[in-house]
């Protein structure tokens, strides 16, 4: 079975501060896929990166970075300098390869509010 | 392009009643998700397409629900003699193929009164 953890209910920062957004995850399958999905207050799932978990480099994208550690069953998210138009709630989630597990099992989220 | 859409947006029922809730998926796509979504929860898959069969039903929780896709592109999913605790946001979401990156529509919200 499959199962994500993201400990971190809620989160509140102040405009510009770093966050940095916790995921652990549980999988018998050695072949893997490690997601983040934004949900804004509009509610829309929004695709933000997806990891092989062969690929063990850390990612940056702009003002987002991921951090995957296979070791540890990690795949935190941290987003410098914060901004009020990050405030959403943010998934966590995983799939497999194999038949029958191409579906996401998703963490119950992170709620983040970016204060100005 | 166009994303995943999602009629309707709202539906609100009344026990007992029978719902459809259509997704149509980015063009071109060949596989088809459902999950259901509730409050404070994140989303847990209910059923997958590939083409117009269904690939794995396993999460529909009971066999009140029931989806098609019988042209390989529109899907709808079908619930029966609803009960309050199928209020929920029901999410469709497609990818080009199996395995690849799954795009998310913006949902039906279902309020079963």
């Known amino acids: 079975a499959q199962k994500v953890t993201q400990a971190q209910t809620e989160i509140s920062v102040v405009e510009k501060e770093d966050v940095t957004l916790d995921c652990v995850y549980e999988t018998r399958d050695t072949t893997y896929y490690l997601f983040w999905y934004k949900q804004p207050p509009s509610g829309e799932l929004v695709f933000l990166i997806r990891?092989?978990?062969?690929?063990?480099q850390n990612e940056i994208s702009g003002r987002y970075s991921w951090n995957f550690q296979k070791s540890t069953s990690s795949f935190n998210f941290t987003i410098t300098a914060s901004q009020v138009v990050d405030s959403a709630v943010y998934f966590c989630a995983l799939s497999g390869v194999g038949a029958g597990s191409y579906q996401l099992t998703f963490g119950k989220g992170t709620k983040l509010s970016v204060i100005p | 392009g166009a994303g995943v859409s999602q009629t309707p947006s709202n539906k609100v029922t009344e026990k007992g009643k029978y719902v459809e809730l259509r997704c149509d998926p980015i063009s071109g796509h060949t596989a088809l998700y459902w999950y259901r979504q509730s409050l404070g929860q994140g989303p847990e898959f209910l059923i997958y397409f590939q083409g117009t069969g269904a690939a794995d039903d396993s999460g529909l929780p009971n066999d009140r629900f029931f989806a098609v896709r019988p042209e390989g592109s529109v899907s709808t999913l079908k619930i029966q003699r609803t009960e309050r605790g199928d209020s929920a946001v029901y999410l469709c979401?497609?990818?080009?193929?199996?395995?690849?990156?799954?795009?998310f529509g913006p949902g039906t919200r279902l309020l079963v009164l």
């Open positions: 979401a497609s990818s080009l193929k199996i395995k690849e990156t799954q795009y």
């Open positions: 990891r092989n978990s062969f690929d063990e």
